[in-house]
């Protein structure tokens, strides 16, 4: 069974980090993309990054470029995203969720793991 | 960026009644080289992740009600529930994947009327 487990959600405050962990299960994880997807409280779904299976590409929206970092380890079946400079504009529930080849659809999502930037 | 847009924000319909949800694109996402549209729709629960219901714009995902079905190419997508059913309350999602940049509809919330 495909499996995502989002970790790493917390209370951070302004201008603070926090890292996200997402560890699959129950595919070949070194051959599918991953993203982070981001879902503000009552709000819609935003694509927040990509990257490509092997780790060589990398691709962000505009509003966290510069501020955070996704990065994965195959040999342990993980996706990750560092995120640095946080503000209220990034409390949210974080997605991890893959696709199996650039030009394709997410066919599985994790639970989500809930972001919250306060003071 | 592509920009996605979605109509109506809202939609209440009868059970066994038809709904349908409109998705724009702000240019095409149809690729010339295979002749398939990046696009695809999602369901949403409340406390739930999105689930995938239609890729390609109009292929339906492994499990997924036949009550459902997309259609549209270019930059105008529909997603259809020909009978709708208590179960089918959620909000829906457009997505184009012909970028690498993704972006998703601002999303149609479905109720029973």
């Known amino acids: 069974e495909v499996q995502m487990v989002e970790s790493g959600g917390g209370l951070v405050q302004p201008g603070g980090s926090l890292r996200l962990s997402c560890a699959a299960s129950?595919?070949?994880?070194?051959?599918?993309?991953m993203s982070w997807v981001r879902q503000a409280p009552g709000k819609g779904l935003e694509w927040v990054v990509n990257?490509?299976?092997?780790?060589?590409?990398?691709y962000y929206v505009d509003s966290v470029k510069g501020r955070f970092t996704i990065s994965r380890d195959n040999a342990k079946n993980s996706v990750y995203l560092q995120m640095n400079s946080l503000r209220g504009e990034d409390t949210a529930v974080y997605y991890c969720?893959?696709?199996?080849?650039?030009?394709?659809?997410?066919?599985?999502w994790g639970q989500g793991t809930l972001v919250t930037v306060s003071s | 960026d592509i920009v996605m847009t979605q109509s109506p924000d809202s939609l209440a319909v009868s059970l066994g009644e038809r709904a349908t949800i409109n998705c724009k694109s702000s240019?095409?996402?149809?690729?010339?080289?295979?002749?398939?549209?990046?696009l695809a729709w999602y369901q949403q629960k409340p406390g739930q992740p999105p689930k995938l219901l239609i890729y390609?714009?109009?292929t339906r995902e492994s499990g997924v009600p036949d009550r459902f079905s997309g259609s549209g190419s270019g930059t105008d997508f529909t997603l259809t529930i020909s009978s709708l059913q208590a179960e089918d309350v959620a909000v829906y999602y457009c997505?184009?994947?012909?970028?690498?940049?993704?972006?998703f509809g601002p999303g149609t919330k479905v109720d029973i009327k």
């Open positions: 997505q184009q994947y012909y970028s690498t940049s993704f972006t």
């Open positions: 990257i490509k299976y092997d780790g060589s590409e990398k």
């Open positions: 240019q095409s996402v149809l690729s010339r080289s295979n002749n398939q549209n990046y």
């Open positions: 390609w714009a109009s």
């Open positions: 129950g595919f070949t994880f070194s051959s599918y993309w």
């Open positions: 969720a893959r696709f199996l080849s650039s030009g394709s659809y997410y066919d599985h």
